[in-house]
């Protein structure tokens, strides 16, 4: 079942509007973070909440 939701989950996900590939890495883009909502607290290269990396923060900067 979690394996189901993963694969539905990454091929929603568009190139260049949700992430960028670098160095064979999704790198998510600001306005996919703030779609979702909250901040994950894995210190996301383009986190747009402040304060930045604090997991289920919900302030956008």
Known sequence: MEDDRLYRFNNQLKEGEDYYLENGFRVMTKEFLLKRGYCCGNG???CPYFPKH???N???A
Do not use: L, V
Request: hydrophobic share 10%.
């Open 58 to 60: 919900r302030n956008p």
């Open 44 to 46: 996301c290269r383009h």
């Open 54 to 56: 604090i997991k289920g």
